[in-house]
């Protein structure tokens, strides 16, 4: 149980368009989903928590107008990086809360790459 | 501001030898605390969980937790080259958003 998918597993995209990763929680419900993005050899770092029904808390020194998080249902969260710059390149991953013990449960993560 | 440390390694340890990673925190408040292992570009997967003070044992893997020293332990036992990845400790007061460590890169060597 508590399963979380997200899509797409990689994107290549050219500099200056938009791309939308999608995360899921399968078999429970989740009023909240978190956004990681992490670089190579380094840690995951927390952008913002999407929260079902209102607004995205952003962490700082990210950009919410570039990472823009919809959280429209209890089972999905997009995460739409905006005018892509190769420095977006990156590993993107969701988790979700879920209701059982172990607390945190992780998508498969997105690899971008902007050229 | 809440803290999670680890050593970043990396740790080497010989296939068949107990490896040892420790986590410390600064949040006296914490809670739940947790054990993530990630392999080279995949996301993290959960290894154990612990929320009472001492040992918690599965399969080849110990969580030892010290709310007192503040400290999280992770052993694996009877290491194999297929434990080499990345191990991560989180940990969370409540419901709040967990808080990650950077993570010690485990070798298993043959």
């Known amino acids: 149980g508590a399963v979380v998918s997200q899509h797409p597993s990689w994107v290549i995209c050219k500099s200056g368009t938009s791309v939308k990763i999608e995360c899921r929680s399968l078999?429970?419900?989740?009023?909240?989903m978190f956004w990681y993005r992490q670089f190579p050899k380094q840690s995951l770092m927390l952008m913002a928590t999407?929260?079902?029904?209102?607004?995205?808390?952003?962490e700082q020194g990210v950009e919410k107008d570039k990472f823009l998080i919809n959280h429209a249902s209890l089972t999905l969260s997009t995460l739409t990086v905006t005018s892509a710059h190769p420095e977006d390149s990156s590993f993107y991953i969701c988790?979700?809360?879920?209701?059982?013990?172990?607390?945190?449960?992780f998508g498969s993560g997105t690899r971008l790459t902007v050229v | 501001q809440k803290e999670v440390e680890q050593n970043s390694g990396p740790l080497s340890v010989p296939e068949g030898a107990i490896a040892s990673l420790n986590c410390t925190y600064s949040?006296?408040?914490?809670?739940?605390f947790f054990w993530y292992r990630q392999y080279s570009g995949k996301s993290p997967e959960l290894i154990m969980f612990?929320?009472?003070?001492g040992d918690k044992e599965d399969g080849r893997f110990t969580a030892q937790l010290n709310k007192a020293s503040q400290y999280v332990s992770l052993l694996i036992r009877d290491s194999q080259p297929s434990d080499s990845a990345t191990y991560l400790c989180a940990v969370n007061r409540g419901s709040y958003i967990p808080t990650f460590g950077r993570g010690t890169s485990l070798i298993v060597h043959p």
């Open positions: 078999d429970f419900q989740a009023t909240t």
């Open positions: 999407s929260n079902e029904g209102s607004k995205a808390t952003y």
């Open positions: 949040d006296r408040g914490s809670q739940s």
């Open positions: 988790s979700a809360h879920n209701p059982g013990p172990d607390g945190y449960t």
């Open positions: 612990i929320y009472s003070n």
